[in-house]
Structures are given as structure tokens and as C-alpha cells.
């Protein structure tokens, strides 16, 4: 295509830069398409203790059926629409579907009363000072408890965070609603944010959990992690959880509440009620945690 074009013009350029820039800005315009046709959806996958294997809550997850590419990751996306902005959208529709949807299956006893839905929240979003009035506004707009949701963020917004995203967080937090570190020990090994930040738990990324039960190192780092996170009085749950082995050695080092394909695959919502509510009706009754299979 160089040649095509005539002397004089870099290569490099035209064949990776150029195109993954055009890429970008491609994606972004379809993006904006994507909200304003309702091709975004959020699908929930389940939380669950790992002693019963019952859900305790579920993750809301975004997903793009783009008409002709079909589905595009939100690794691919996400990132694009925080650059561009277009997060807040696409942020207030998720929360907004997830909080309708919480509202309904509590109303439907789909759900016990203190199920909770889990939201991932981006640094911009976070940088945003009138977020947290809007959540009061949604939560109080869907009839949902606060303590029914967990915002999910990743170590960067405390370690790079302004003054606003701080004060951010504390009204997050004093509107009762549960603040999780997702992709926990990928980011700083500064643990200092833990204790200035009010946040209530952490979710161990799954390159911890991928060796569990097989590498005796990683069976030791999750094991500190959860001790430090219990001496803190925070919450922990274990993601990317696959196989029995790595529940069994989750279970012994202490970590009470796990995500991963072993118990579900996000799902819409309507399979992840049939799936889960009577389930979720169950009482909940310690079982040997070597007796509960998937
Ligand atoms: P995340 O928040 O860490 O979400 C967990 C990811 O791990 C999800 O990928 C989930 O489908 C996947 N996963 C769950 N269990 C397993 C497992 O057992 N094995 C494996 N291999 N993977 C598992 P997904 O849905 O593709 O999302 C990727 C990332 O995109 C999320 O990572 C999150 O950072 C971001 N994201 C997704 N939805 C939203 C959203 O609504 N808003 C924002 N800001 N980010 C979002
Ligand atoms: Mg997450
Ligand atoms: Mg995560
Ligand atoms: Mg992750």
C-alpha cells in the first residue's frame, strides 16, 4: 500500500499505527451507535460462598452484540470508551439496568434480602463529583438497599486518584454500599491505599487462583493476602475459579467467597434466575466443602 501511495511516506505507519488508530476511532464511532440502538446488555455472574456453593451476589457484567462483528470483549471496548468518555454512558446504563434488575428479583424473592450485585466502575467515573448523589438517586429509583451493591475499582484509582475521587469514595461508602479492589495484587505493591480508602473488600485476580492447589508459591501468597485482608477486617473473594482443586485450596487458606466458570459463566438475566433462584431460596447450610460439586 506504501508503493501504492507514492515515495515519501512511512510504512510503519501505514501498516500498524494507521490502522490500529482507524480501529480505534472505528470503534469508538460504533460505540456511540451501540448506546443509542441498545446493543449493549449486561449479563451477572454468580458470587458464591465456597463452603455451599450458594450465590451470595453476582457480578454485572457489559456485553456489546455489535450487528455485523457480533460479540466485541469488553477488554476491547472498555478501554476506548474511557478515553473517549463515553464510560459515563455506557456506566449509567449498566448500573441503571443491574439496579432495575436487583429491584425486580428482590420483589420476586428471586433473591434472598441480602444479595448484592457488583459494578465495575472506571477512574473517570470515579473522578465524576456528583456520582454518588446519582447512585442515592438510582438506588432510591429502583427501591434497593445500599448495602445490596458493591462498586468494583481497580488499585490505580486510589494510588492515581485525585482529592475528588477520595471524596468520592467516602460518600460512596457512606451511602452504605460495599467498595471492592477487583484484580486485587495485579497493580502496586504499596498496600497503603487499603487503610486511607474506605474499602471493604478485595477480589484476588485469577492469576493467583490459576495455580492453586498445583504451585505451592501461589498457595502462599494467597494465603498473606487473605490473612493481611482479615487483619484488616476486610472482605475477600477469589476470581476466576475453574477447577475443584483450586476451590479446595481456596477453602483452606481461608477464602470464604469465590467467582469463576466452576460455579457459572455470566449469563442474562433471565437464565441467571432460572439458574440460581431456587438455589438462592435454599437455606444456608454449611455443607463439607469436598461434597459440593459443580
Ligand atoms: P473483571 O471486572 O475483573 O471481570 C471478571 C472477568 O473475568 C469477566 O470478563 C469474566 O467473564 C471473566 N471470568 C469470570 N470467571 C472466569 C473464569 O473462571 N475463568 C476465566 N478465564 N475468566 C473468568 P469480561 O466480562 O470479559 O470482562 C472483562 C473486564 O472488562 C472486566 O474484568 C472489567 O474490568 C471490564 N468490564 C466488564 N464490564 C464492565 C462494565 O460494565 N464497566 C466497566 N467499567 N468495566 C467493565
Ligand atoms: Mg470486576
Ligand atoms: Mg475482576
Ligand atoms: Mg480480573
Not at 456520582?131 to 442515592?136: C, D, E, I
Not at 486518584?161 to 502496586?188: C, I, M, P, W, Y
Not at 469465590?258 to 432460572?274: N, R, S
Request: glycine share 8%.
Amino acid at each position: 500500500r506504501a508503493k501504492a501511495e507514492g515515495p515519501g511516506r512511512s510504512t510503519i505507519f501505514d501498516t500498524s499505527m494507521h490502522d490500529q488508530a482507524r480501529e480505534r476511532i472505528e470503534l469508538e464511532v460504533a460505540l456511540r451507535q451501540a448506546l443509542s440502538d441498545d446493543q449493549l446488555y449486561v449479563v451477572y455472574q454468580p458470587i458464591v460462598r465456597l463452603e455451599t456453593g450458594m450465590p451470595v451476589g453476582a457480578e454485572a457484567l457489559v456485553r456489546w452484540e455489535h450487528p455485523t462483528r457480533g460479540q466485541i470483549p469488553p477488554m476491547l471496548f472498555i478501554p476506548i470508551a474511557e478515553d473517549s468518555g463515553l464510560i459515563s454512558q455506557i456506566g449509567t446504563f449498566v448500573r441503571n439496568e443491574a439496579l432495575r434488575q436487583l429491584g425486580v428479583w428482590r420483589s420476586q424473592g428471586v433473591v434472598s434480602e441480602s444479595f448484592y450485585l457488583s459494578i465495575n466502575v472506571s477512574p473517570r467515573q470515579l473522578s465524576e463529583p456528583d456520582l454518588p448523589l446519582v447512585v442515592s438517586g438510582e438506588l432510591f429509583k429502583y427501591g434497593v438497599p445500599a448495602q445490596c451493591v458493591a462498586l468494583e475499582m481497580t488499585e490505580s484509582v486510589m494510588v492515581d486518584g485525585s482529592s475528588v475521587t477520595a471524596r468520592v469514595l467516602h460518600e460512596l461508602r457512606q451511602l452504605g454500599a460495599k467498595l471492592l479492589v477487583d484484580d486485587f495484587g495485579t497493580g502496586f505493591s504499596a498496600l497503603g491505599y487499603l487503610r486511607r480508602f474506605p474499602v471493604t473488600g478485595v477480589k484476588i485476580d485469577r492469576s493467583f487462583v490459576i495455580g492453586l492447589g498445583k504451585n505451592v508459591e501461589d498457595d502462599e501468597i494467597v494465603r498473606a493476602v487473605v490473612a493481611m485482608s482479615h487483619a484488616l477486617g476486610l472482605s475477600v473473594i477469589a476470581e476466576g475459579v475453574e477447577t475443584v482443586l483450586q476451590r479446595e485450596a481456596l477453602y483452606h487458606v481461608g477464602v470464604v467467597n469465590g467467582q469463576g466458570w466452576l460455579w457459572g459463566k455470566a449469563v442474562p438475566a433471565t437464565e441467571f434466575a432460572e439458574r440460581w433462584h431456587l438455589a438462592a431460596a435454599l437455606p444456608d447450610i454449611p455443607l463439607p466443602v469436598a461434597a459440593v460439586t459443580s
